[in-house]
T-cell receptor, first 114, second 113 residues
Framework: AQTVTQSQPEMSVQEAETVTLSCTYD???????LFWYKQPPSRQMILVIR??????QNATENRFSVNFQKAAKSFSLKISDSQLGDTAMYFC???????????FGAGTRLTVKP | DTAVSQTPKYLVTQMGNDKSIKCEQN?????MYWYKQDSKKFLKIMFS???????INETVPNRFSPKSPDKAHLNLHINSLELGDSAVYFC????????????FGSGTRLTVV
């Protein structure tokens, strides 16, 4: 079974600064998807960014980017120019290709301080 | 239009009762899921349904039963509720090829007293 590990239970960052959230995963698969989801206090699960394993280029969505290291099985999320609205739980998730079974890490609680 | 909607948003009930949570998606997705988020925020998959067929059933007590009347609906029925069932339950949906991930409902906070 695939496992996803987020080693940082909590992190904080000053507004306008950059923060990186870590995620590692364990799999024997070659084809899969990786995601970062954000869960603000409203509890809605919001997709932040996604990466397909066969793509070497790191995904970018505005202030959010990932560092995908397939060999190291690492998938970190970088948030640039942090905003107060970025305060939330962030979950890393792994989804094996053609398998309806997305697995989540334990989450990192990020607080952006003014 | 809400893509994945689940009702109710909050549910408080006594131990031993039977309750249902409803979920509907209007995205035309072919797979729907139920996840449980515990008090420590850990998300665990409970069930998934593809074209009305159960394809994953994690180690969930058989008091929990998913019911899918059609491709757009996946309801969760819970019998004989226990204190440990208190959690937030999320419904989600996806396409078979999922580069876009899952779309989640807003969650149902179930409190068993």
């Amino acid at each position: 079974a695939q496992t996803v590990t987020q080693s940082q239970p909590e992190m904080s960052v000053q507004e306008a600064e950059t923060v990186t959230l870590s995620c590692t995963y364990d799999t024997s698969e070659n084809n899969y998807y990786l995601f970062w989801y954000k869960q603000p206090p409203s509890r809605q699960m919001i997709l932040v960014i996604r990466q397909e394993a066969y793509k070497q280029q790191n995904a970018t969505e505005n202030r959010f980017s990932v560092n995908f290291q397939k060999a190291a099985k690492s998938f970190s999320l970088k948030i640039s120019d942090s905003q107060l609205g970025d305060t939330a739980m962030y979950f890393c998730a792994f989804d094996k290709y053609n398998n309806n079974d997305m697995r989540f890490g334990a989450g990192t609680r990020l607080t952006v301080k003014p | 239009d809400t893509a994945v909607s689940q009702t109710p948003k909050y549910l408080v009930t006594q131990m031993g009762n039977d309750k249902s949570i409803k979920c509907e998606q209007n995205l035309g997705h072919d797979t729907m899921y139920w996840y449980k988020q515990d008090s420590k925020k850990f998300l665990k998959i409970m069930f998934s349904y593809n074209n009305k067929e159960l394809i994953i059933n994690e180690t969930v007590p058989n008091r929990f039963s998913p019911k899918s009347p059609d491709k757009a609906h996946l309801n969760l029925h819970i019998n004989s509720l226990e204190l440990g069932d208190s959690a937030v339950y999320f419904c989600a949906s996806s396409q078979e090829r999922r580069p876009h991930g899952y779309t989640f409902g807003s969650g149902t906070r179930l409190t068993v007293v």
